[in-house]
């Protein structure tokens, strides 16, 4: 069975930087792009971030671009994403997940909320 777990999310200020954690099992992580997609109260699903499978090539969504920052572990089956310079439209609940095309993917987790406000 396919499973992702998120972690880290949490109340920032504005400005403020998180760093959020997907835990992988069920499948060879190491053979599949990884992405975070994010869904912010009462609007549709967003994705944010994408990552090669060895975590040669990066994408990023033109709102995050220059402020947040994917990475994978493959020896580990983790995910993260390091949110820089947080901005109250950031808040969201943020998804791991693979098999994406665009925002809508085969397999997301349960999500880790973000909320950023002062």
């Known amino acids: 069975e396919v499973t992702l777990v998120e972690s880290g999310g949490g109340l920032v ?13 069920g499948f060879t992580f190491s053979d599949y792009s990884m ?3 994010r869904q912010a109260p009462g609007k549709g699903l967003e994705w944010v971030s994408r990552i090669t ?12 671009e220059g402020r947040f920052t994917i990475s994978r ?3 580990k ?4 994403l390091q949110l820089n310079s947080l901005k109250t439209e950031d808040t969201a609940m943020y998804y791991c997940a693979k098999g994406c095309s665009g925002a809508y993917c085969a ?11 002062s």
């Open 13 to 25: 200020q504005p400005g403020g930087s998180l760093r959020l954690s997907c835990a992988a099992s």
């Open 35 to 37: 992405n975070w997609v």
């Open 53 to 64: 499978p060895g975590g040669g090539l990066t994408y990023y969504a033109g709102s995050v």
């Open 73 to 75: 572990d493959n020896a």
């Open 77 to 80: 089956n983790a995910l993260y």
């Open 107 to 117: 397999t997301r987790g349960q999500g880790t909320q973000v909320t950023v406000s």
